[in-house]
């Protein structure tokens, strides 16, 4: 964790990106894309209608310059039983490359300060079982697991 992190919102210029993490990301999780546009289109429509809210995480490059390495997308939502606003972190992605930078705790801590920023109720976030890395920065950084099983009725 030896390169300066900068975490910024990304906006229209950032798409391209955006959506080249967002792909690694997917890819990361082994899902199948059809339509090898959808990823992009999908992130710009988010970004663009403002549905979401997407941090990109740069590093200084070893050649000069700066890399943008990561990438964060939170869904704004509410908790009906905190009966107030929540967040979920959807995504939280490091491509290889940037990764012991420190760009994904510096994602994850400027996700949680924008929320309490917000005055949401808690970031409700979910990782696969076997990701113990995610974990580990998840529950160092506060995050516990909750009590609550998660369903999902997928519709296809």
Sequence with gaps: MDQRVV?????????EVAAGLFRGYLDFYRVEVEDPRAPREFLAERIGKGES??????????????????????????????????????????????????????????????????GVSGVQLETAYDNHVAQGLYEAEGFVRDEFHVYVHDLG
């Design 7 to 15: 975490v910024r919102e990304a906006g229209d210029g950032d798409i």
């Design 53 to 118: 809210l997407v941090l990109l995480a740069d590093v200084d490059a070893a050649a000069g310059g700066v890399v943008t390495v990561g990438l964060a997308q939170v869904y704004r939502t509410f908790s009906s039983l905190a009966l107030r606003p929540a967040w979920v972190l959807s995504d939280l992605y490091v491509a290889p490359d940037g990764r012991r930078t420190g760009a994904g705790r510096a994602l994850l801590r400027e996700v949680l300060r924008r929320a309490r920023e917000a």
